[in-house]
């Protein structure tokens, strides 16, 4: 049960009830502006690198996966990425007390899929190996994002699927072990932070 007036109420129970969930405008619009700009900026300069896939993170696929990702340190003094790291460890504060997940870092990264790009239908667990992504996060850049632009995340549910607009603002949480989801390509490049809270290593032992 969550806590009286918490600010993440509506996300902790759908969590609670469902294993996913959805928040509009989970930073002010100035800061998604703001960290869409470092994106774009980040990806102009050659920052950015084609992500990898496999537990080796040295396969390259644009057929698989064709995002480009550069990863955050939260030491990073740019004023709109403190807020989001202090946005998300408040969250990950209110999840651990209401619903014991012992949620510990926080590795998140950049992402820009251009244009017709896609991600998929994957799982965010390695198949062997020691897994300790808990808790799957995406935050959406997109500003004026139309429905006809595409690039929604799919999320595979037990018997069917739901797909979710990447608009700019809406924070997208969901069980790593447990959604199968995919990127569909879209007409406009998609920007996102994407990240996973993690469990502990040695909890894994």
Same mark, same amino acid.
């Given at each position: 049960?969550?806590?009286?007036?918490?600010?993440?109420?509506?996300l902790?129970?759908?969590?609670?009830?469902?294993?996913?969930?959805?928040?509009?405008n989970?930073? =002010?619009a100035?800061?998604?502006?703001?960290?869409?700009? @470092?994106?774009?900026?980040?990806? !102009?300069? +050659?920052?950015?690198?084609g992500?990898? @896939?496999?537990?080796?993170n040295k396969?390259?696929?644009?057929d698989?996966r064709g995002? !480009?990702?550069d990863w955050?340190?939260?030491n990073?003094?740019?004023?709109?990425?403190?807020?989001?790291?202090?946005?998300?460890?408040?969250l990950?504060?209110?999840?651990?007390?209401?619903?014991?997940?012992?949620?510990?870092?926080?590795?998140?990264?950049?992402?820009?899929? =251009?244009?017709?790009?896609?991600?998929?239908?994957h799982?965010?667990?390695? !198949?062997?190996?020691?897994?300790?992504?808990?808790?799957?996060?995406?935050l959406y850049?997109?500003?004026?994002?139309?429905?006809?632009?595409?690039g929604e %995340?799919?999320?595979?549910l037990?018997?069917?699927? @739901?797909?979710?607009?990447?608009?700019g +603002?809406?924070?997208?949480?969901?069980?790593?072990?447990?959604?199968?989801?995919?990127?569909? =390509?879209?007409?406009?490049?998609?920007?996102? %932070?994407?990240?996973?809270?993690?469990?502990?290593?040695?909890?894994?032992?």
């Amino acid at each position: 049960m969550t806590q009286q007036n918490s600010p993440f109420e509506t996300l902790i129970n759908d969590l609670c009830l469902k294993g996913f969930t959805t928040c509009e405008n989970f930073l =002010p619009a100035e800061t998604i502006k703001s960290l869409a700009d @470092i994106a774009r900026a980040r990806h !102009a300069h +050659g920052e950015m690198h084609g992500a990898k @896939i496999g537990k080796s993170n040295k396969i390259s696929n644009l057929d698989i996966r064709g995002d !480009a990702i550069d990863w955050l340190d939260e030491n990073d003094p740019d004023t709109c990425i403190q807020t989001y790291f202090s946005k998300m460890h408040a969250l990950k504060q209110t999840i651990n007390q209401n619903l014991f997940m012992n949620l510990h870092t926080l590795e998140t990264h950049m992402a820009i899929y =251009p244009i017709g790009n896609v991600y998929k239908k994957h799982l965010d667990q390695f !198949a062997n190996g020691e897994n300790t992504r808990e808790l799957s996060c995406i935050l959406y850049l997109n500003e004026d994002w139309q429905t006809d632009d595409g690039g929604e %995340l799919r999320l595979y549910l037990d018997e069917n699927h @739901i797909d979710i607009l990447p608009v700019g +603002g809406k924070l997208v949480l969901f069980l790593s072990a447990k959604f199968w989801h995919e990127v569909l =390509p879209a007409k406009q490049p998609r920007v996102s %932070l994407t990240g996973w809270f993690n469990t502990p290593k040695n909890l894994l032992l």
